[in-house]
């Protein structure tokens, strides 16, 4: 795991967490961007964590949980997930901390929180990273996972980030990175792009599962720097902000309010 330091203050915070996507909606179009969004995680649902099972090769829940410890979570904390979708990250919270009741999850995507399944009830909230429907300083420890991407205006979420965190409270942003070397993308993207979109049609009940994955990778692709990512958070008041990598793909971006 490799700590990278704060960027030139130079680089600048961003709106955008990626360039737009023709393929996928109007360039220009919020709002069918936002229809467009929606409806392929409402329906992909279904199949979402079967699919992540096997693109993580049985590994997605161990690396979760090893990525919220060393973030410093443990039991007591307020938490909120960001983009919680069908509670993967949020079923690891609770492997470390047993409390429920100290869970508060948010995703846009009805459909995806549908099929978050727990031993016992957590708070689901309709909400966007953008508004998200916690009070002021009320969170101890608020985590996005692989939603960076996905969101409208990230410089938004990152000023409701340093809202909704309690002063000294910790922020974790898990995300994939473009990788660095021109090999290791050649072959992740054939992996993503190619490899991924064909098991899903092999083993998806809906059409818009292998779309959903197809539309992933060319996020990663299109996603901003991660320097610029790390402006943003401090550029809106965040501390300490600083980033870990693990196998050059996989970015924990972490900061405190």
Avoid at 140 to 168: C, N, Q, T, W
Wanted: with cysteine.
């Amino acid at each position: 795991m490799t700590p990278a330091p704060l960027p030139d203050p130079e680089v600048s915070p961003v709106r955008l967490p990626h360039a737009p996507l023709p393929a996928y909606y109007p360039p220009d179009d919020t709002t069918v961007r936002e229809a467009f969004l929606r409806r392929t995680f409402d329906d992909a649902a279904v199949d979402y964590n079967r699919l992540e099972r096997i693109v993580g090769l049985g590994t997605g829940s161990w690396y979760r949980r090893q990525a919220l410890l060393c973030a410093g979570l443990k039991p007591g904390l307020q938490v909120v997930d960001v983009g919680m979708g069908t509670g993967l990250v949020s079923r690891e919270i609770l492997k470390i901390t047993g409390e429920p009741q100290r869970l508060v999850g948010v995703d846009p995507s009805p459909g995806m929180m549908r099929q978050a399944r727990f031993e016992q009830p957590v708070e689901c909230r309709l909400g966007r990273a953008e508004d998200i429907p916690v009070p002021d300083a009320s969170a101890d420890f608020v985590v996005m996972g692989y939603a960076l991407r996905h969101i409208a205006d990230f410089s938004a979420a990152a000023a409701e980030f340093r809202r909704v965190l309690k002063p000294g409270g910790r922020l974790l942003i898990l995300e994939f990175s473009r990788p660095e070397g021109r090999l290791a993308h050649t072959l992740l993207k054939a992996y993503m792009r190619g490899v991924v979109p064909l098991l899903a049609r092999a083993v998806s009940r809906t059409r818009d599962t292998a779309l959903l994955w197809r539309y992933s990778w060319d996020t990663i692709e299109a996603c901003v720097a991660p320097a610029q990512v790390m402006r943003t958070l401090d550029h809106h008041g965040l501390h300490g902000v600083e980033r870990h990598t693990e196998l050059g793909i996989f970015s924990e971006y972490r900061a405190r309010g």
